[in-house]
């Protein structure tokens, strides 16, 4: 196996964040993984699993062992009467998963069409968009632990997913590779359209009668026109997530901001970080390379090259902001190495 030493991972995360790994390995099997995990060199170095470097931010050079999962394939494993059960490598990329089970008309991921990143990352955040989450699909993931090198399987249940979060935040952070997913998707499509600018966007499409494709492609629009391109301008997406509320506190705050952005939950009310961020008044404002996106404040903007700590810097003085304006501390979504 090659293992790279003092690499640059500039390439390998969308903020462009131009630091080195220590040792830089990629692999393409289980197997693969697991030899480079024995290999002597590098046992006593931190480690860190790396797919599209699309939810990170390198704060500074990493002097451990980076790995790089490459593991591909999707295959039908299981069916029954109304789903279709599909593994899929922890190296492939999401939209290119998607872009498959619509090929072949398997409905449930439409609206997560144009997530970046790998497939065995998106159950770390439980990753969402438009009214769905990665939760309602999955079905089971095989992990490798780092350390003693045997395979797990997790369930649904006990990947304990919640918003933007799951067990692989908390308890097992750090502690395995995901290597696989199984995902269970629907023979038949059940739409889900309510979400944000999806209908209008199909209005605007002329589509009369749905497909799972439309659906998708009017998200890839939306996507679009929203969202700065990371081969453009380096950024990995929200940078916080939107705070969640007791009912009271929702009420409390409505009453002294009455424009204030919510979406009610079943137990709680979620409030739009973007919103909370705009008027604390961050929205384009640009230091040296780091800055606030123009159109959306939740997205923190690398133009050049700013440095990961400069863009962490720039957080801080976001929350510390909304916490003084607001009294709410905005958490990160972004994974800060
Ligand atoms: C423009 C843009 C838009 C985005 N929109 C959304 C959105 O709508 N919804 C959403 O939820 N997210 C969104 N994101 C965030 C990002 O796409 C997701 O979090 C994605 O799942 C990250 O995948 P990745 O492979 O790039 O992970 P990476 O950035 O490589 O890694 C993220 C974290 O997961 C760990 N990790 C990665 N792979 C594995 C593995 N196989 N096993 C164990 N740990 C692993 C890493 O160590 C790191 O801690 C967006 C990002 C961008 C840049």
């Not at 067990?167 to 199984?182: D, L, M, Q």
Request: with cysteine; aromatic share 10%.
């Amino acid at each position: 196996m090659d293992i790279l030493e003092n690499s640059s991972l500039k390439d390998f995360n969308t903020f462009h964040i131009d630091v080195s790994a220590r040792f830089f390995c990629q692999f393409n099997t289980v197997e693969n993984l697991k030899e480079v995990l024995s290999e002597k060199k590098t046992e006593n170095y931190d480690r860190l699993i790396l797919g599209g470097g699309s939810n990170l931010l390198l704060t500074k050079n990493f002097d451990g062992l980076v790995l790089r999962n490459n593991i591909r394939g999707i295959s039908i494993t299981n069916e029954d009467k109304d789903h279709v059960y599909i593994n899929v490598g922890g190296g492939e990329v999401w939209h290119q998963f998607v872009m498959y089970c619509i090929e072949n008309n398997y409905a449930g991921i439409e609206n997560l069409s144009l997530i970046p990143g790998s497939v065995g990352a998106g159950p770390l955040q439980n990753i969402g968009a438009y009214g769905v989450e990665l939760k309602d699909v999955f079905y089971e993931l095989e992990a490798l632990h780092i350390r003693n090198k045997t395979k797990k399987t997790f369930s649904n249940a006990e990947c304990k997913f919640a918003y933007r979060d799951s067990v692989f935040k908390n308890e097992e952070k750090g502690k395995y590779v995901i290597t696989s997913a199984t995902f269970r998707l629907n023979k038949q499509a059940k739409f889900n359209t309510a979400y944000g600018a999806i209908q209008k966007e199909l209005e605007a499409m002329g589509i009369k009668e749905l497909s799972i494709k439309d659906v998708s492609r009017a998200v890839i629009n939306i996507r679009r026109s929203k969202l700065p391109d990371p081969t453009k301008i380096g950024n990995a997406g929200s940078f916080f997530k939107n705070p969640e509320v007791p009912k009271e506190k929702y009420e409390d705050l409505k009453k002294i901001f009455p424009d204030i952005v919510a979406y009610p939950q079943v137990n709680n009310v979620k409030l739009a970080a973007g919103w909370l961020i705009e008027q604390c008044g961050w929205k384009g404002k640009t230091f040296g390379d780091a800055g606030v996106h123009k159109n959306q404040s939740l997205v923190l903007v690398n133009y050049g090259n700013a440095k990961g700590e400069e863009i962490y810097n720039l957080s801080q003085r976001i929350i510390d902001s909304v916490f003084e304006r607001f009294q709410l501390v905005l958490e990160r979504e972004v994974n800060i190495i």
